[in-house]
């Protein structure tokens, strides 16, 4: 039986940048009716993005418009950088309509805008509340060592006071 294999690629918007992909590659093996899935990752230890391994990348926006295109016109793609790519990617919004003169949704970004805002105020809320508990944490582990040293000395008196009752 004839085996046959053929491979593709993922576009960079698909990578998963959670686990330092940088690449994937889909290999269908049409005998065995399967599509193996391989991913190509750099290992790291850290789970932050690394963002030296995604450099900008073409978005979602064309660099030319239609008119443009047919008369003939050339231009590079417009580059965005990847986690912007990837956040529209796992939105709707990746994909939308603009107009031809690429006027923007003013209400739509007035909105985001606004969405930001909140979400930083919650960021910086949540950080106020770390900031405390840390400050509570370490207080409490200041007063714990300085109890251990009480119990220290409170057991050394114990003793004493045993070895001066054994004796009398």
Known sequence: AEVST??????????DSSIN?????YKLNVAKKLVNV??????????MFADDLY?????????????????????????????ELQAASSTSKGFSATTVNGADNSKELAALKAEISALKNT??????????KTAKIEELQAENARLSEELSQAQEEIVELQKNGMEE
């Open 6 to 15: 053929q491979s593709t690629g993922m576009p960079k918007r698909g990578l």
């Open 21 to 25: 992909e940088i690449a994937r590659a």
């Open 38 to 47: 391989i991913p190509l990752k750099v290992p790291r230890q850290s789970k």
């Open 55 to 83: 450099m900008d990348t073409a978005g979602y926006v064309p660099a030319l418009t239609a008119q443009q295109f047919i008369d003939g016109e050339n231009s590079l793609p417009k580059l965005v950088p990847f986690l």
């Open 123 to 132: 960021v910086n809320e949540k950080l106020t509340v770390i900031e405390n």
